[in-house]
């Protein structure tokens, strides 16, 4: 079974997004018993909140229930309980790293690495507002790595 932890700053808007998003191409694949999918937060603001109601309602456009998510911090143990931690953009990697104490034997990732776009980050949708934006880029990084993962090649 593969574990996949998505990170971000908050845990209500881009991972979530990224968690239930990855779990939907999951089961539509029918490999839903191959995955163990969660997401995280770096800092504890939003500790124990619920997704954000526009991240709610992009994610239910697409007919995708994300009912019950409440954001929690990562923690060091999660770096040894997964075997993907995926931020969705450098600064949460930088801070990625700090939690876990380093790369975690290469386990930390951006999300945008497998959708061919190396150091290319997740529009936050906090700042803009523009959740379409997150959800095409959380689209393509879940599918890219839905493929790497199936082909092998994570």
Known sequence: MTKILFIC????????????VMKDLVKKAGLESQFHIESAATSTE?????VYPPARRK??????????????????????????????????????????????GGKLHLLMEYADRPGAEVADPWYTGDFETTWQDVLAGCQGLLEALVNKTV
């Open 46 to 50: 939003e500790t124990g909140n619920p």
């Open 59 to 104: 994610l239910a456009e697409h007919g995708i229930d994300c009912a019950g998510k409440t954001a929690r911090q990562l923690r060091q143990a999660d770096c040894s309980r997964f075997d993907l931690l995926v931020g969705m953009d450098k600064a949460n990697l930088r801070n990625m790293h700090r939690i876990c104490g380093g790369d975690c």
């Open 9 to 20: 700053h908050g845990n209500i808007c881009r991972s979530p997004m990224a968690e239930f």
